[in-house]
Structures are given as C-alpha cells and as structure tokens.
C-alpha cells in the first residue's frame, strides 16, 4: 500500500481511501479513537450502559477536537470521518442494541483504513 505523509484520496471529503492512500493522523486522533475501539469492543463485559459509553465516547471526541493538530485536506478527511461518528455517539440509546454497538465497531474499526 502507497502511503505519503499527507496527501490522501483524491476525493477530498470522502472518508474512503479511494486510492489506497491513508491520511497522517495525528497521535492524539489516534489515541482517542483507540480509546473509543477499547471502550466498545470491551462490551459488556466492561459494564458500561448507554449512558455512561455515551459520557466516555463524547469526552474521548472532546480530547481529540482539543488536541488535534491536523490541516488542509487530512484535516477535512478527519472531520467527514467524525461527524458521522458524533451522530451514533449522540444517537446512542441508554439500553444500546447490539446493532448500535455493531455501527459504533464497524466505523471506529474503518479508522485505519482512512488513517495512519
């Protein structure tokens, strides 16, 4: 796979790698994001309900708006990449059915496919 520091797709937007290009994220979006997968894929044995992956989710998304240092079109990539993501955050019932959790996994799993 070709990778270079900070170019990406060529569909400035799409959080696909369309060109087999992945984005250079910064470590803290990594970190964050990796924070989210550990959080989800630790249920439900972790013994989190909605509510309180909800909190833990949204302060892990706040840490990587406060600490992101991307810009130009990774940036851009990083936020078609997020907004969905906020949307299942926001949308996250108290009682989560395995389908939320399983929309949740799948996407937080597609990061390294678009990022580095």
């Not at 990587?64 to 299942?88: K, Q, S």
């Not at 996250?92 to 059915?97: F, G, N, T």
Request: glycine letters at 10%; hydrophobic letters at 35%; a negative charge.
């Amino acid at each position: 796979m070709h990778e270079h520091p900070q170019k990406g797709p060529a569909h400035a937007g799409t959080p696909a790698a369309v060109d087999s290009v992945r984005w250079q994220a910064n470590p803290e979006t990594t970190e964050g994001i990796r924070g989210m997968q550990a959080l989800v894929d630790g249920l439900p044995g972790n013994g989190l309900g909605g509510a309180q992956l909800r909190d833990s989710l949204n302060a892990r998304m706040a840490m990587i708006f406060d600490r992101c240092t991307m810009d130009g079109e990774a940036h851009e990539a990083l936020h078609a990449y997020l907004l969905p993501l906020m949307g299942m955050i926001k949308r996250l019932p108290d009682e989560p059915s395995s389908a939320h959790v399983d929309s949740l996994r799948t996407h937080l799993r597609h990061y390294g496919e678009v990022f580095r």
